[in-house]
């Protein structure tokens, strides 16, 4: 049974940082595609970052380019995402997900392009 665990949401105040953290336990994800996405209130899940193939090639929602960065260790069989400048507007569920392949450059962004979900972790950018 493959299992996604988000960690290292939290509270902070604008300007401030955090790191999550996805462990994946059933599967080693290797090459394949891992991705983050988030989820406020009334709002549809929105793709944030995404790395995959061989050389680890990353992509970012326009939204984060330059704050956020997206790593693997697939030794550890975990994804992070680091989050600098953040901002009231990254206030969501962070989910963790993964695919069962590389995905193309074109559906990368696409939820329905991934297999696996965590449950998600909370970020909230308040003062």
């Known amino acids: 049974q493959v299992q996604l665990v988000e960690s290292g949401g939290g509270l902070v105040q604008p300007g401030g940082s955090l790191r999550l953290s996805c462990e994946v336990s059933?599967?080693?994800?290797?090459?394949?595609?891992m991705g983050w996405f988030r989820q406020s209130p009334g709002k549809e899940r929105e793709f944030v970052a995404a790395?995959?193939?061989?050389?680890?090639?990353?992509k970012y929602a326009d939204s984060v380019k330059g704050r956020f960065s997206i790593s693997r260790d697939t030794a550890k069989n975990t994804v992070y995402l680091q989050m600098n400048s953040l901002k009231p507007e990254d206030t969501a569920v962070y989910y963790c997900?993964?695919?069962?392949?590389?995905?193309?450059?074109?559906?990368?962004?696409?939820?329905?392009?991934?297999?696996?979900w965590g449950q998600g972790t909370q970020v909230t950018v308040s003062s």
């Open positions: 997900t993964s695919a069962r392949m590389v995905i193309i450059a074109a559906r990368i962004t696409s939820p329905d392009s991934y297999d696996y």
């Open positions: 059933g599967r080693t994800f290797g090459s394949t595609t």
């Open positions: 790395i995959g193939g061989n050389l680890g090639i990353t």
